[in-house]
């Protein structure tokens, strides 16, 4: 088995959650759910979470395959898996392209800015996007804010995340050389930042669209160390904070 270690500040630590993690039902991604799972647990994460693109995504699939995620067992070869959704931001007012009889039975909610789905607008208009977004409890996760196509004022952001317990993505995808989105590397460390000064929790996300690519954080590992942020603020390492933020619903 290969061990998914990470070395953060001098200290190793062990990748335990997954949770923007792609199928062939989103449209252009490549693997199957049991495929991923195999993966995950090759790689020894205790928790993969399933989050297909929202219907809004040219590709993606009907919200009848949402409503029926519930099949999905608990824990599947000893990865517990959770069921959840990568949302389009559809507008500045923070509307998310799922069925209000969808969004409730999912265990998270990744919202995030998609080209197809919204044009970038102005640094007001798209920090206002976000902080809207995060007024619903039931979106646990920003993905990838990290593209310069959408700018926002992050100390903003950042700081509304902390008031609404809203994990902020640093997505191991757009910290690739050859991303697509642009500006990912600088605003990522400049979010980082911020997030260490006002000690706000993120998580990493591979945002596979192929197996070989769940629990994959190295590009993320390079960027946490070179801003120096702290192991106790990333929630992929703690267990405590996973069952706090995700699981919440069992206790």
Request: charged share 30%; with cysteine.
């Amino acid at each position: 088995m290969k061990n998914k270690r990470y070395e953060l500040g001098g200290l190793t630590m062990k990748a335990l959650i997954d949770l923007h993690c792609h199928t062939v039902a989103s449209g252009h991604a490549y693997s199957t759910l049991k495929e991923n799972i195999d993966e995950a647990k090759e790689k020894n994460l205790k928790y993969l979470g399933v989050s297909d693109h929202a219907p809004n995504m040219p590709g993606s699939t009907h919200p009848y395959y949402f409503g029926n995620l519930g099949v999905i067992k608990s824990e599947i070869n000893g990865v517990r898996m959770l069921k959840g959704i990568e949302a389009n931001i559809m507008d500045f007012e923070g509307k998310v392209d799922i069925p209000e009889d969808v969004i409730g039975k999912l265990d998270y909610v990744i919202a995030s800015f998609h080209p197809p789905c919204i044009s970038g607008g102005s640094k007001e208009e798209n920090t206002k996007a976000i902080i809207n977004v995060m007024k619903n409890k039931e979106v646990k996760i920003i993905g990838h804010l990290d593209d310069s196509r959408y700018p926002v004022d992050y100390e903003k952001v950042v700081k509304k995340a902390k008031e609404t317990n809203t994990l902020l993505e640093i997505n191991n995808s757009s910290l690739r050389p050859n991303s697509f989105r642009v500006g990912a590397i600088e605003n990522a460390k400049k979010m980082l930042k911020l997030c260490k000064k006002y000690e706000v929790k993120v998580i990493l996300g591979s945002d596979a669209h192929i197996y070989y690519q769940v629990g994959d954080f190295k590009n993320c590992e390079k960027i946490l160390n070179e801003v120096d942020f702290p192991g106790n603020l990333v929630v992929n390492f703690n267990e405590e904070y996973i069952k706090e933020i995700f699981f919440k619903k069992e206790v």
